[in-house]
């Protein structure tokens, strides 16, 4: 890895924090309500970066959005500085204005009628701001975009798409905000227009002491990133810890097929087997127990966990930086193996961003 900017020091007190977060959506046709958050404790400190990973419909955006105000939890709560967030409007207002959200430019973020000044000024007029121009240029440097006045009169088409990302994380800056939600904000650039994003969100959290949660379904960006990983299945975090710890040394089954089937991992890769996870039907158990590798082999059997597996539900992960598992095998049997020398311990992937 190539990037190491000094981060600022983390405090021990989270700025955001989710407690024992559900958020469910109606059932098709009047079915079961989708669980698609069930159950998460996260805390995300000051200058820290959290990237939440997992496959597609694990539940990462609708937790974001919940994080973010966007979604109110069907239970639980989220607090910001140490104070629960108050869905009446103005709080939310006042809200959204420290804690900001940043979409990738293909999902339409960028009004491809709007020139990049608008674009970037549009929160500082929902929240009425002084030198508009100023904060404008400001953000869009930061952004590296210099000089920033060369940009102000273009349009998206004229961008490239690296360009167009830094607009959007500009139009996120210029509120001056503690922390960013980012999700998947690099997921259709170019491997090096990718880095360059990369960088700049880290150099962003060494000089602004930004905290940023991260989503992504790619595990190499979270290694390059961020400074914690939490592993999202069907609604829960199901590992979290140290980086370098979950991505060097997974211990839950589902966080070893992930890292198994990277490029660069040692091995032959894990192919899950079995229903991909639906929100609306979450196995009794261990959610995963339907698609296990470990519980499948027979080696859950054989560590005496396998009726655990299948019928004994597990505590929701504390939110805290603690590396943790929720994984009846790996409570039982895998520590006595030593951290490197799990089933799959690929090493991380190699090809990360270059220097901004
Ligand atoms: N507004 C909604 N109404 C009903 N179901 C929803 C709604 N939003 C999300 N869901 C369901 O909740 C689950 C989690 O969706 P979510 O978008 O949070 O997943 P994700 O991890 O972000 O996926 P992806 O990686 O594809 O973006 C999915 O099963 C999805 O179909
Ligand atoms: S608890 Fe059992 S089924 Fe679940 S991931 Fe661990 S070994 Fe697999
Ligand atoms: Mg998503």
């Known amino acids: 890895m190539t990037l190491s900017p000094t981060a600022p020091e983390v405090t021990t007190a989270p700025l955001l924090s989710a407690q024992g977060l559900h958020v469910t959506f109606p059932g098709r046709h009047g079915g079961p309500r989708a669980r698609a958050v069930d159950g998460v404790d996260l805390d995300i400190r000051r200058g820290e970066i959290v990237a939440l990973v997992g496959e597609s419909g694990c539940g990462k955006t609708t937790l974001a959005r919940s994080l973010l105000g966007l979604v109110e939890p069907t239970a639980g709560r989220v607090t910001f500085d140490g104070r629960p967030l108050d ?4 709080s939310l207002k006042a809200y959204r204005k420290r804690v900001q ?8 973020s960028l009004n491809p009628r709007h020139t990049v000044y608008d674009a970037v000024a549009e929160g500082l007029r929902i929240h009425g701001y002084g030198d508009e121009r100023t904060a ?22 004229e961008l490239s ?46 000089e602004l002491g930004l905290s940023a949660l991260v989503v992504t379904h790619d595990l190499g960006l979270a290694w390059n990133i961020a400074d914690r990983v939490a592993v999202m299945y069907l609604g829960r975090i199901v590992e979290t810890g140290a980086v370098e710890q979950v991505l060097t040394a997974p211990r839950h089954p589902y966080t070893q097929a992930l890292l198994s089937v990277l490029p660069e991992a040692p091995g032959a890769p894990v192919i899950l087997t079995g229903e991909p996870p639906d929100p609306t039907h979450v ?20 560590a005496g966990v ?23 095998w790996a409570a039982a049997y895998a520590p006595q193996r030593g951290a490197g020398n799990c089933a799959t311990s690929p090493h991380p992937p190699a090809d990360g961003p270059q220097g901004d």
């Open 161 to 206: 798409g690296g360009q167009r990302q830094r607009v959007v994380i500009a139009g996120a800056l210029v509120l001056e905000p503690e922390l960013l939600v980012a999700d998947e904000p690099v997921a259709s650039l170019d491997a090096s227009v990718r880095g360059e994003i990369l960088a700049l969100l880290l150099r962003l959290r060494t």
């Open 87 to 90: 869905y009446s409007g103005r």
């Open 136 to 157: 404008v240029a400001d953000a869009l440097s930061r952004a590296g975009m210099r000089p920033p006045e060369r940009f102000f009169l273009r349009y998206p088409h």
């Open 283 to 302: 196995p009794s158990g261990c959610r995963f127990h339907v698609r296990c590798q470990i519980l499948a082999s027979g080696e859950a059997d054989r």
């Open 101 to 108: 959200l940043v979409l990738q430019d293909p999902s339409g």
């Open 306 to 328: 396998s009726n655990a597996c299948r019928g004994l539900d597990l505590p929701v992960l504390s939110g805290g930086g603690e590396s943790q598992v929720a994984c009846h």
